[in-house]
């Protein structure tokens, strides 16, 4: 199975042929910081008519992992980027049986910033904050008007029931959940009309620049449900990185909800947008458990994944002080 250095770069280089033409190189190659289930790569194609270059980014599959759906990912994109959502373009996707022997997505390379404290740093000195927020909240109004039937294959159901059951099948005590879980079955709200939700909005998952949102990233997570998902996940306390503002730790909810509502036509109820924020903080603190649980049960060694597991109790304080 290819895994990086010079085997990755000819299998690429025979992954982009079809795409932009026989006889293309790749070169400079560089592993990617970030993303704890996916790898991204960097590298430069050399097209092979003149001395064009175009540069581009390889998400794929880490070695011996189960395939994650890289390729309805890059269906994602396609749809998102037809509904208005700024993403990067697809040049090409495939499975585990091409040349790379895992699933990938290549797409083109967005210029910007992506590390959550440096963009607070940015906001901060520039004075962008409540800009970056309605940003937020017309780019997700455009994701939740992508048709979920031009996505087949998007997963549905209950989060709630599926928070319920993922943390009963961990059998791990965490009464702070449990107690969240219980608040969470006896006050939830009514539900929206099912969309598209990318499952995974914030702060991390944002290519910024000067302007503002350059490109969405990380569709992995994506699936159909409740719009308000999307928001209270955006306004989930570790997306705000030790900013002070709740959305992303940049900006403010009334800044949020008044572009995402004019933008998408929607009402927003600030109560069921707390609830969705509670949900959403279990079900990070649930994501810090399974991810540590990879890395123990040896399915996939990761220092990344392992670190995760010190958050889960910080997640039960933000749970704590969130539930009436």
Known sequence: MTTSGPELSEALARVLEPDLGIGVRVSGLQRLAGGSSRETWAFTAHLPTGDETRRLVLRCDPPGAPSSGLSLESALLEAARRAGVPVPAVVTAGDAHGPLGRAFVVVDH???????????????ADGTGPALTAQCGQALAAVHAIAPATVPGLTGGDPLEQLRGLLDVLRQPHPAFELALRWLAESRPARSAETVVHGDFRNGNLIVGPEG?????DW???????????????????????????????GTVDQL?????AASGRVIDRAALGWWEVLGTVRWGVICIVQTMTHVSGAHAS??????????????????????
């Open 213 to 217: 949102i350059r490109a969405v990233l």
């Open 257 to 261: 909800v008044r572009a995402y509502e």
């Open 220 to 250: 992995e997570l994506a699936h159909r449900g409740d719009p308000m998902e999307d928001l209270g996940w955006l306004c989930v306390k570790a997306w705000r990185f030790g900013g002070a503002h709740p959305v992303g730790g940049f």
């Open 303 to 324: 220092v990344e994944l392992a670190a995760i597991g010190r958050r889960v109790c910080e997640v039960e304080w933000d749970v704590l002080e969130l539930v009436p």
């Open 110 to 124: 967005v210029e910007g910033e992506t590390l959550p404290r440096r963009i607070l740093r940015r906001v901060e």
